[in-house]
C-alpha cells in the first residue's frame, strides 16, 4: 500500500482541505460524502491532514477539529474563495469552485441536475444512473479548466469522445494525468435540456477554458 504521501495529490490534499473549511468540521464521513472515498482511505487523508497541519489530533472521544488559523474566528488565514496559485503567481479554479459557481448562479434551477466529479479514468466504466443523460460537462486538471462543453442526449458520451478525438490538439493526453477530473451537470428530466444551453454559456464564460468552443464563438 502506498504511502499517504504518495497516495493523495498536493491538489488532492488542497481540496480536502477546502472541504473541511467550507464545512468548519474535520470528520473521516464528510470527507467520504464530499470526495465520495471508502472508509479506510477517507482515513489515511484525514491522518495525513493531521501530519500535515490542518487538523488537530483526535479528542479522547476520537473527535477532530480544524487547526486554529483555519477557524471562522481568523479569516486572513483560512482557504479563500476556493481558488489556489500556482508557480505563476495565476488564479487556479479547483474542482469545488466550479460546482461552487454554478450553484450560485443556478441556487434556483439546481435541482434539475445531478452533479458527478469523477476522476477521468473512471468516466467511462461509471454505472451511476444518470451519469450518460443530456448536460454540461467541464474537464479540468491542476492547471485548470481545460475545455466546457454540452450535449443535448448524452455528455458522458460526447464528453469521452474529446480525448477519442484529441480534440484542440492536446485533450488526448488527459487519459494519461492522474489528477485530471470530468465534472458533470446532467439533467434529471430531457425536456429541461434549454438549461444545459444556459449553463454552458454561462460556464463557458466564467471559467475561461484552455480549449473554448466554437460554438460560442
Given amino acids: 500500500m502506498p504511502s499517504p504521501e504518495t497516495e493523495f495529490s498536493p491538489n488532492y490534499v488542497k481540496q480536502a482541505v477546502e472541504i473541511l473549511v467550507h464545512h468548519q468540521q474535520a470528520t473521516v464521513s464528510l470527507l467520504q460524502r464530499r470526495l465520495r472515498l471508502g472508509?479506510?482511505?477517507?482515513?489515511?487523508?484525514?491522518?495525513?491532514?493531521?501530519?500535515?497541519?490542518?487538523?488537530?489530533?483526535?479528542?479522547?472521544?476520537?473527535?477532530?477539529?480544524?487547526?486554529?488559523?483555519?477557524?471562522?474566528?481568523?479569516?486572513?488565514?483560512?482557504?479563500?474563495?476556493?481558488?489556489?496559485?500556482?508557480?505563476?503567481?495565476?488564479?487556479?479554479?479547483?474542482?469545488?469552485?466550479?460546482?461552487?459557481?454554478?450553484?450560485?448562479?443556478?441556487d434556483s434551477v439546481c435541482e434539475k441536475f445531478f452533479i458527478y466529479d469523477l476522476a477521468l479514468s473512471e468516466v467511462a466504466s461509471c454505472a451511476e444512473e444518470h451519469v450518460w443523460k443530456p448536460g454540461v460537462y467541464v474537464f479540468w486538471r491542476p492547471a485548470g479548466v481545460v475545455k466546457v462543453g454540452r450535449h443535448l442526449t448524452n455528455a458522458r458520451k460526447r464528453?469521452?469522445?474529446?480525448?477519442?478525438?484529441?480534440?484542440?490538439?492536446?485533450?488526448?493526453?488527459?487519459?494519461?494525468?492522474?489528477?485530471?477530473?470530468?465534472?458533470?451537470?446532467t439533467l434529471k428530466d430531457p425536456e429541461d435540456m434549454h438549461w444545459a444551453a444556459a449553463v454552458e454559456i454561462f460556464l463557458e464564460r466564467e471559467l475561461n477554458p484552455e480549449i473554448r468552443s466554437g460554438r460560442l464563438g
Fill in 159 to 185: 464528453a469521452l469522445e474529446h480525448i477519442r478525438d484529441n480534440t484542440g490538439g492536446s485533450m488526448a493526453g488527459l487519459a494519461d494525468d492522474p489528477d485530471a477530473r470530468l465534472i458533470l451537470f
Fill in 39 to 106: 472508509y479506510s482511505k477517507a482515513q489515511r487523508l484525514m491522518m495525513l491532514l493531521e501530519e500535515e497541519g490542518f487538523v488537530l489530533a483526535a479528542s479522547e472521544t476520537g473527535q477532530r477539529d480544524l487547526v486554529p488559523n483555519l477557524k471562522n474566528g481568523n479569516n486572513a488565514c483560512r482557504v479563500k474563495n476556493l481558488f489556489s496559485v500556482n508557480q505563476d503567481s495565476e488564479l487556479i479554479m479547483d474542482v469545488l469552485g466550479v460546482v461552487e459557481i454554478f450553484k450560485k448562479e443556478f
